[in-house]
């Protein structure tokens, strides 16, 4: 664990950061996105229950090699600086992906993976951890029961992450790798009252930074819709949780809870009821790659090919984002409300409501002390 070290400025403003991006954004001039996420794959070697892009897409789709490889110097050159291989699946199924990696630290973009950590094995790590800036582990859990019963795979998985981190650990301190390590964690009804256990655990073998929080069941979920669960825990029995885990923290070590989840509304995405026009700003500055070859606005459209922006098999990325198509889409984006749950789970609502706020000013903005 080395939070200090490794993950120090994480719960920043980052938004704020992107002075040149907020500016051109203002004064509605073309600018390239700071960041993308590059879903390689719909393949996963897992079943996770709670999975909100399980049928939004085929285990037929999967990056063609030379794209996911060119596509890094494609982004480099627009002026992207950051790329997050995340997506509907996991990214390591995809055998071109360490290539991938490689060429995006060439082209000195800087690159952020997360993954469930179980085919992280030590001749990948030997390979790629020196390309990374942050390792996100998805989901973890100590109890390899508990942990096949989230994750729908075999309990072996849960031995082989944790085995797997603490080689990578043991890399990042005898190589001296600047790589931060984080880890989200899921309550419910069997690990609840492990909260503390499981953190402790994590915790001890090195991992800098938790999220704990509570998994969003939507239409999309392998197990269906479900109510979220700290609807069964009295507000005792969560504050009790949340003492007993924060009281790992330490200099080196942080945990963030989110739970309940309705408790952090700027982490849930909004529904026809709460639509506000105009309010996904966000996707300006963060776009999606997926393994069907299309640009996407956000998770709200993955898959659905009439919302792409376009195909970087047939035009380049920097042709995609000046295009007008992307504008017309942005456009009915921002005008059109959702049908049902699918921006429920947003990774852009809080980059929204930063702008937003941005948009607003207060009359007081120019007293600075």
Known sequence: MSYSIHMKGYNDIRTLYQIDSIYAWKHQMYFPPVMV??????KCNHKCRYCYTNSRGSN???????????SMAQFADAGVKAILFQGTGEPLVHQALPKAIEEGAKHQLTIGLTTNGVLLRNSLQERILDKLFYIRFSVIENDPRRYAYLHGCSENDCRDLIN????????????????????????YKDNFHQAHNIVKFFKEIGIDYILVQEATYTEFS???KEEFTSAGYSDDEIEEMKQKVFALCDEDFHVKIRFPSVDDSKCIG??????????????????????????????????RNEYSYGSLY???????????????????????????????????????NILEQYKNASKWKEFLT
């Open 314 to 352: 047939e035009n380049n990325f920097a042709e995609i984002w000046k295009s007008e198509r992307r504008k017309k889409i942005d456009t009915y984006l921002n005008n059109t409300p959702p049908l049902g749950d699918e921006c429920i789970v947003c990774n852009v609502v809080k980059i929204n």
């Open 164 to 187: 797997n981190i603490n080689n990578i650990v043991s890399l990042r301190h005898n190589h001296n790798l600047e790589l931060g390590l984080f880890a989200s964690i899921y309550l």
């Open 60 to 70: 037929k789709d999967i990056l063609r090699d030379d794209i996911l490889i060119s």
């Open 222 to 224: 392998p197990s269906g």
């Open 270 to 303: 909004m529904t026809k009821d709460s639509w506000q026009n105009d309010f996904c700003q966000g996707t300006k500055f963060y776009t999606l790659l997926s393994a069907d070859g299309s640009i996407y606005p956000c998770w709200r459209f993955w898959g």
């Open 37 to 42: 996420e590059i879903n390689p794959t719909h």
